[in-house]
Every structure is written in structure tokens, then in C-alpha cells.
């Protein structure tokens, strides 16, 4: 038994203004660049946004790389907010697909952690010379030495609470995206 019959499209029918948009060079690449990475974190989150990420977009579907299957899951569920929120930035979508591919971080959002050096100096780091000349001129050996670890782990426990203040003025100057509960 054959099945329903294929209609031809003849030369004369119409084609859609879209598609001979996107047919051109010009077309391709606003359509590649309909949503930017700015825009996806602010329409998609911060979480989302480290671990996915805009691709194409193709006759009303937004192709979106994602980090594992979990996060395709997770993006389905949020699919109609996402969709949502596009629609308000005047970015009509009509569905999300995912592809499990690796997924290049953004440059900045999250949060902000310090650099792994400054948290090695803060370990590392010794006395002041005032300090360790006090230090020395305890006579019992025992005292010092108590004296001393502690002295460091002030110092330690201050500098940690500077790298701390430090990161905490850096996500004060990141952009809040709305909806977020930072």
C-alpha cells in the first residue's frame, strides 16, 4: 500500500521572507547572533548560562548546546520561562533544542571565587619582622612555638577575610539579572 502522496512545490508558490532572509550571507549571521551570550545569561540565569549555550537559530528553533544530558533535562523543564523571557527582548523562539557538545564558560558570571595564587600566598603567608621579633624574645621554646602558629593563623584568617571582601565587592559589580535570588 503506498502512502499519502508528497505534494511538489512548484517554482510559482511563494516562499517565505524568512527563509530567503536567512539564505543570504547577511541573513545567516543575524540569525547566528539573534541571541547573544548576554542575552542568554540574562533570559537563561547565571546557572544555566556556565553550562550552555546558544548556538544557531533555525526557523523558530533555538539550537542550544548544552554540558550533559542533566542540563538538557533541566533546560526542558525551564523551556517556557526561557521562551518567555526571550519574547519580552523581542526575540520571537518558538521551541529550545539541546545537543550535548562542551560548553566554553563565559567570562564573567557566577560567582566570583579568588585566584588560586592569592589563596596559596593567604596559606603561605609569614610573619611580619614586628612579630617575629616579639616572638623571640619569649624564653620558653614551647610558648613560642604556640605564640607563633598563632600569630600565623591570625594573619592567615585576615588575609582570607580580605580575599573574602575583595570578591564579595566584585559580585557587587556584576550585573544582577532579573529573577535571580542573588
Do not use: N
Not at 551570550?37 to 526557523?59: K, L, N, S, Y
Not at 544530558?69 to 519580552?88: K, M, N
Not at 600566598?121 to 612555638?145: F, S
Request: glycine content about 6%; charged content about 30%; overall charge positive.
Amino acid at each position: 500500500m503506498a502512502g499519502p502522496k508528497r505534494r511538489k512545490r512548484s517554482r510559482s508558490e511563494p516562499t517565505r521572507l524568512g527563509d530567503l532572509v536567512q539564505q543570504t550571507a547577511p541573513g545567516k549571521a543575524a540569525a547566528s547572533v539573534v541571541v547573544s551570550r548576554q542575552v542568554w545569561e540574562a533570559v537563561a540565569g547565571v546557572g544555566f548560562a556556565r553550562r550552555t549555550h546558544p548556538t544557531r537559530f533555525d526557523r523558530g528553533t533555538l539550537w542550544v548546546d548544552v554540558a550533559s544530558s542533566g542540563w538538557a533535562q533541566e533546560l526542558a523543564l525551564a523551556e517556557r520561562v526561557i521562551l518567555q523571557r526571550l519574547e519580552a527582548r523581542g526575540v520571537v523562539v518558538q521551541r529550545l533544542r539541546c545537543v550535548v557538545r562542551e560548553v566554553a564558560r563565559p567570562d564573567r558570571g557566577g560567582i566570583y571565587a579568588p585566584p588560586k595564587a592569592a589563596v596559596q600566598a593567604a596559606r603561605e603567608l609569614e610573619l611580619t619582622p614586628e612579630v617575629a621579633q616579639a616572638i623571640a624574645k619569649v624564653k620558653d621554646p614551647d610558648l613560642r612555638d604556640i605564640i607563633a602558629k598563632t600569630a600565623r593563623a591570625a594573619a592567615r584568617r585576615q588575609a582570607e577575610v580580605d580575599l573574602k571582601r575583595e570578591a564579595a565587592q566584585v559580585e557587587r559589580a556584576i550585573p544582577r539579572i532579573p529573577g535571580s535570588k542573588r
